[in-house]
């Protein structure tokens, strides 16, 4: 069974950094593109910045010069840098893939998700 798992989430005071991890697990064959979502309370899940298998990254205008995702291929685990937080990055960043298993059956995939509060 394939299984993401989201971790580094908290509070952190407004211009602060945290750093997500979102970690594929299972009997996977490989993984395309990898994103981050978020959503805020009353919101509906926004998309926040995906990587493709190539390496090719894209942002929501929001997060623009403030977030970076990367992903390690080798630990099947996409990355969100986020530095200089604002009180609207407030959200439940959830992690999404789409992947292969190693049966080749291949959807989309879902992480629970980790808070971040951004307050002072």
């Known amino acids: 069974q394939v299984q993401l798992v989201e971790s580094g989430g908290g509070l952190v005071q407004p211009g602060g950094s945290l750093r997500l991890s979102c970690a594929a697990s299972g009997s996977i064959f490989s993984i395309g593109t990898l994103a981050w979502y978020r959503q805020a309370p009353g919101k509906e899940r926004g998309f926040v910045a995906r990587?493709?298998?190539?390496?090719?990254?894209k942002y929501a205008d929001a997060v623009k010069g403030r977030f970076t995702i990367s992903r390690d291929n080798a630990k099947n685990t996409v990355y969100l840098q986020m530095d200089d937080l604002k009180p609207e990055d407030r959200a439940v960043y959830s992690c999404n893939a789409g992947i292969c298993a190693a049966s080749r059956d291949c959807s989309e995939y879902w992480g629970r998700g980790t808070q971040v509060t951004v307050s002072s």
């Open positions: 990587i493709s298998s190539g390496q090719a990254t």
